[in-house]
C-alpha cells in the first residue's frame, strides 16, 4: 500500500500545477509503426494528389450515464469526429457503469464497448482475460507525462499502461449546512450527537457493496494482505478484537433511528427537502446535491469514528477512473485515439465544467478554476489524511466484493448482530484466504 504522505504529494501536484495500438499482455512494450500510429488531434491529412474518401467505421462506446445524460459524451463524439475527416464514424453510445464495466466486459468480450469506462481496480482481472488493450506510443506517454505518479500507478501492470485516467475516484463527505456545522461534521460522534427535528436523518450509510464499507476498518489500522496488499500469506484481520468494536459500532449506527440507510431512500430527495445531515459521495454526483442545497451544500473530508474508546480517522479507497481500449475491438487505430481524446486535456476540462469531475491532468488541474473549486480542494486533502490505495490485485477484487458487501446488508436485516458477529466476521475472513 502506497504511503499516504506519498499519495498527498502527487495529488496535490495534480491541483497545483493519441496513440498506438500495442499487443495486449505483458510483454514489453514497443512502439508500434509510425505508419499504424494515430494521428494526433491537431494533425491535417497528408496533402494527396486526389480526394481520399474517407473510411468508414464503426466505434461502440460504453460511458457512465452522468456523462450520456450531460450530453457530454454526445459533444465529444462530434467534436473528435470534425478534428478526424479522415475516418466516417458510426458512433454507438451505451450507458454502462464504471463500477460494473469488468463484470459486464468479461461476459462477452466481443460485444463489449470498443471503448469503455471503468473504475481502476478491475484493471488487473480486465488484463488477464485479454479485455483490455496494452497502450503504447503517444497514448502512453501522454499519460506518463500529464499525470502525477500516483494516478498513472492506478492504470499499469508491470509498469505497463492499460488505461487513460480521467478523475480521481474516491469519496468524501456532504452536509447539509442548516442542519450541521463544520465542527459538527468532523466525527460521526458529533454528527449523531445533533439535536434535529423528528422526521430528519442525522446520517446515512452506505456500503456501496463495500467499497464505502472498507473505509472504517481500514480507519481502525486493518488490513487486507498486509501493508503491501499483496501478502496473501498476512490474509484479512477483519476478525479480530479491533475488528469486532468496528463491527459493533456499525451495528448500533445502522440500527440508530437517526441513520437512514442508502439501499432504502433517496439521498437527492432526502437532501432537497433538508431532511438528512450528512452521506459519503463522490465528486459525479456533486451537482445534483449542489441543485437540491444551492448554498446550503457543505464539503468535508470523511470523519473520524470512536469504537473502542479511540478516535479513528475513516480512510476511503483511493483509484481513478479510467477509459480503456478493448483488446478485440474492430477499429483498433480509431478506438485508441478517441480513448486518448477523451483522456486528454481538452476533454478534461470540458468534463470538469460540465460534471464537476476532477481532472487528473497536471494542466488543468493548475488552471484557476480547478484550484479555486470546492471539490478538487476536499479530494486533495483527502488524499492527505482519510485515503488508503485501493487494492488491485485479482485475489482481492475476487474475494473481498463478492463477500464485504454482506456485512452491511445482514446488519440491516438483523443476521448479523453483536450475537454472532465474531463468528460471521471470522467467516468473512476465511472467504478472503488465497490457497
Known amino acids: 500500500m502506497k504511503k499516504v504522505t506519498k499519495l498527498l504529494a502527487l495529488l496535490m501536484a495534480t491541483v497545483l500545477v493519441m496513440s498506438s495500438f500495442a499487443a495486449c499482455g505483458k510483454k514489453e512494450a514497443t512502439e508500434t509503426p509510425a505508419a499504424t500510429e494515430a494521428p494526433k488531434a491537431t494533425e491535417a491529412p497528408a496533402a494527396t494528389t486526389a480526394p481520399v474518401a474517407p473510411e468508414n467505421v464503426t466505434l461502440k462506446v460504453w460511458a457512465p450515464e452522468n456523462q450520456i445524460q450531460t450530453g457530454t459524451m454526445d459533444a465529444m463524439c462530434k467534436s473528435f469526429q470534425a478534428l478526424h475527416p479522415e475516418w466516417n464514424i458510426t458512433f454507438t453510445v451505451e450507458a454502462q457503469g464504471e463500477d460494473t464495466a469488468k463484470d459486464e466486459i468479461l461476459k462477452d468480450v466481443t460485444a463489449a464497448g470498443d471503448v469503455y469506462f471503468f473504475a481502476n481496480d478491475q484493471l488487473t482481472a480486465l488484463v488477464d482475460a485479454g479485455a483490455i488493450a496494452r497502450l503504447g506510443g503517444s497514448t502512453e506517454e501522454m499519460v506518463k507525462s500529464t499525470m502525477a505518479e500516483a494516478v498513472v500507478a492506478t492504470v499499469s501492470v508491470d509498469d505497463a499502461i492499460y488505461a487513460i485516467p480521467f478523475t480521481h475516484n474516491t469519496f468524501f463527505m456532504y452536509y447539509d449546512k442548516s442542519l450541521l456545522t463544520e465542527e459538527d461534521v468532523k466525527s460521526v460522534e458529533s454528527i449523531m450527537a445533533k439535536k434535529t427535528a423528528d422526521n430528519v436523518y442525522n446520517f446515512c450509510f452506505d456500503s456501496a457493496g463495500g467499497w464505502k464499507l472498507g473505509s472504517w476498518y481500514y480507519g481502525a489500522g486493518l488490513t487486507i494482505y498486509g501493508d503491501s496488499q499483496k501478502d496473501f500469506a498476512a490474509g484479512c484481520n477483519w476478525n479480530n478484537p479491533t475488528g469486532l468494536a468496528v463491527t459493533n459500532y456499525l451495528i448500533d449506527l445502522i440500527n440508530n433511528p437517526k441513520t437512514a440507510y442508502s439501499d432504502d431512500v433517496s439521498l437527492s430527495e432526502l437532501a432537497a427537502d433538508h431532511r438528512i445531515g450528512a452521506w459519503f459521495d463522490g465528486s459525479w454526483n456533486y451537482?445534483?446535491?449542489?441543485?437540491?442545497?444551492?448554498?446550503?451544500?457543505?464539503?468535508?473530508?470523511?470523519?473520524?469514528?470512536?469504537?473502542?474508546?479511540?478516535?479513528?480517522?475513516?480512510?476511503g479507497f483511493y483509484g481513478s477512473k479510467a477509459i480503456g481500449v478493448n483488446a478485440q475491438a474492430k477499429f483498433p487505430q480509431v478506438a485508441v485515439a478517441f480513448a486518448a481524446y477523451l483522456g486528454g486535456e481538452e476533454m478534461q476540462k470540458q468534463r470538469f465544467v460540465e460534471t464537476a469531475q476532477v481532472p487528473t491532468n497536471l494542466t488543468v488541474g493548475a488552471s484557476p478554476e480547478v484550484q479555486a473549486d470546492p471539490v478538487a480542494a476536499v479530494i486533495v486533502k483527502e488524499a492527505e489524511v482519510a485515503s488508503v490505495m485501493q487494492p488491485t490485485a485479482a485475489e482481492f477484487g475476487a474475494r473481498y466484493w463478492a463477500n464485504a458487501g454482506a456485512i452491511a446488508t445482514e446488519i440491516k436485516s438483523g443476521d448479523l448482530n453483536k450475537d454472532n458477529a465474531q463468528t460471521k466476521l471470522d467467516t468473512f475472513v476465511s472467504t478472503m484466504v488465497v490457497e
Open 287 to 315: 451537482q445534483l446535491y449542489k441543485d437540491a442545497l444551492k448554498d446550503d451544500l457543505g464539503l468535508a473530508v470523511i470523519p473520524t469514528f470512536n469504537p473502542d474508546g479511540k478516535d479513528y480517522q475513516l480512510k
